[in-house]
């Protein structure tokens, strides 16, 4: 069965950027909501046990993304036989995690109250709350939600984003309904478990519309190929792992040492990295089986340059994504939340560092995905899980949110980049320069560094000499503006001269000229 790799991709990334886009606003509305409705501690409590189901979902050991790893060479050779025997296990595993997880989950009841410092809002029974929220976790594995393997295998996301971006809409909708006039805070999550498992049936019912060869997995798959996955999932239970370390044991410690306010305003800024996070991460979930086909297809000469390509454009959007962050957070938050409710401009600072230093792992990433290197990188996965924990609890204890950022900086920096680097060079790109690599984005990363120093002063100096009224909305506003222009002018003047600018753009206007073919 042919793949139209690049325009699946095109498509994908189009419904991905619409759903981020409506999952953006929806979610954003909801917090507000009970932000001003309920309370700063209601949104803490919320952020608290997600992170921590987000620690008992690496039962899942990753096994749905070493499966449909697996799935991209039988789909290439049209081995309905393997795939069929894939799906089977597939959904084997998850009916068994399912279970592992709410198990777990049901034991880690009476310990919840250690994971947080301080009252908790008056009239909540958190343990109710926490069975819900575990629930919802539970469902997320049960419900047919092997299906959705299929579609993304064979490169339909734009079917899984459709489906998705409706479903969650109603029930988002209700949810503020509900939050804004029954002011009731067990009814509002009691939709999420629902909305979950109705998402799952419905992909469920498409995929065997589109696919019906494969509605009923059969089958078993060699002991070599087994071995093969169980090998994979090794490899990317570490990767869960240092990827949990970075983002739910942030809010767990915050929580153990601040209490749930500070969870709340953390988390505020970290919904708007997040959703930024979510708009780039569009682009390589629509890429990734294009480039786990390709790796299976295509030369490694290829492949690299394809690589070297999107490594350069997804750091110089992702650059410019620091700089918007840094400009107009501070005014934004003042807007959304109010001045009380607001880091330093410090913290602001390291925030912005830290989601450029997580950005520049994302291509490499999605490479070391492709060519199912996750077994090589399980050691530099689980040092920088321990370092992160270590870092967090000592650095934090002694200098606060600054500390906690700063730990998960250096982790990924220094443990994740650096290891994953050479891992991907040492195994695929094996005739590479190593070095060279590491020079071109240390230099993408001072550019970066520069620019949005650079740019930060210009446009707060602008609207302090230009705009003489006081208003949030207006600064905001302004702001916005020039951040559309004023970074990618230096962006643009500095890497114009490059090797790699030339390059990527040639390739770029190719995949454009292909797509109007």
């Given amino acids: 069965m042919k793949i139209e790799r690049t325009k699946n991709t095109i498509s994908g990334s189009i419904w991905g950027i619409i759903n981020q886009f409506v999952m953006l606003i929806f979610p954003f509305v909801i917090r507000t909501c009970i932000l001003k409705i309920l309370g700063t501690q209601y949104v803490g409590i919320g ?201 739910a044991l942030d809010n767990i410690i915050i929580s153990s040492y601040f209490g749930l306010s500070l969870v709340a305003i953390y988390g505020n800024y970290f919904y708007v990295i997040n959703a ?42 992702a650059g410019w994504c620091t700089v918007c962050f840094t400009c107009l957070i501070q005014p934004f938050m003042k807007v959304w939340v109010g001045e009380k409710l607001i880091f330093s401009i410090r913290i602001v600072f390291l925030l912005a560092f830290y989601f450029y230093a997580m950005k520049m792992t994302d291509s490499i990433g999605a490479f070391i995905s492709a060519t199912g290197l996750w077994w090589k990188c399980k050691w530099s996965y689980l040092f920088e899980a321990v370092v992160n924990l270590i870092l967090n609890i000592g650095l934090g204890y002694y200098f606060g949110i600054s500390g906690i950022i700063v730990a998960t900086i250096i982790s990924v920096i220094f443990v994740n980049y650096c290891s994953t680097v050479i891992i991907l060079h040492k195994n695929y790109f094996i005739k590479y320069s190593i070095r060279r690599f590491f020079e071109k984005n240390f230099f993408y990363l001072v550019i970066t560094c520069i620019v949005t120093i650079i740019s930060f002063g210009i446009i707060d100096k602008l609207y302090n000499e230009f705009i003489h009224y006081n208003s949030m909305i207006l600064e905001l506003a302004f702001k916005a503006l020039l951040c559309v222009g004023v970074p990618n002018i230096f962006f643009f003047l500095l890497f114009f001269s490059t090797k790699q600018f030339k390059e990527a753009s040639k390739w770029l206007l190719h995949k454009i000229k292909y797509i109007h073919r």
Avoid at 86 to 94: A, E, R
Avoid at 291 to 315: C, M, P, Q, R, T
Wanted: charged share 15%; with cysteine.
């Fill in 47 to 247: 952020s608290l046990f997600t992170s921590i189901l987000s620690v008992l979902s690496l039962a899942e050991l990753g096994v749905g993304s070493a499966i449909i790893y697996s799935m991209y060479q039988p789909i290439a050779e049209n081995d309905e036989k393997k795939i069929h025997a894939l799906l089977k296990l597939y959904k084997d595993v998850y009916t068994i995690i399912g279970v592992t997880v709410l198990v777990v989950g049901l034991f880690l009841l009476p310990f919840i109250k250690y994971f947080i410092k301080g009252d908790v809002p008056n009239g909540i029974n958190i343990y109710i709350i926490y069975v819900i929220y575990l629930l919802n976790s539970v469902v997320s594995y049960w419900c047919f939600a092997y299906k959705s393997s299929i579609l993304t295998a064979f490169q339909r996301n734009d079917i899984l984003t459709k489906i998705s971006l409706f479903i969650r809409s109603f029930f988002f909708i209700l949810q503020i309904i509900i939050v804004c006039l029954a002011k009731n805070y067990y009814l509002y999550i009691i939709f999420m478990p629902i909305t979950n498992a109705t998402v799952n049936i419905l992909t469920a019912i498409v995929s065997d519309k589109y696919y019906p060869q494969y509605k009923k997995g059969y089958g078993k798959i060699s002991k070599e190929e087994l071995k093969n996955i169980k090998k994979q999932v090794i490899g990317l239970l570490a990767q869960r792992l240092a990827h949990t370390s970075r983002n």
């Fill in 276 to 317: 930024l996070t979510g708009i780039l991460a569009v682009l390589f979930t629509a890429m990734q089986a294009g480039i786990g086909n390709s790796v299976a297809k295509e030369s490694v000469e290829k492949n690299y340059k394809d690589f070297s390509n999107i490594n350069f454009l997804y750091l110089w959007i």
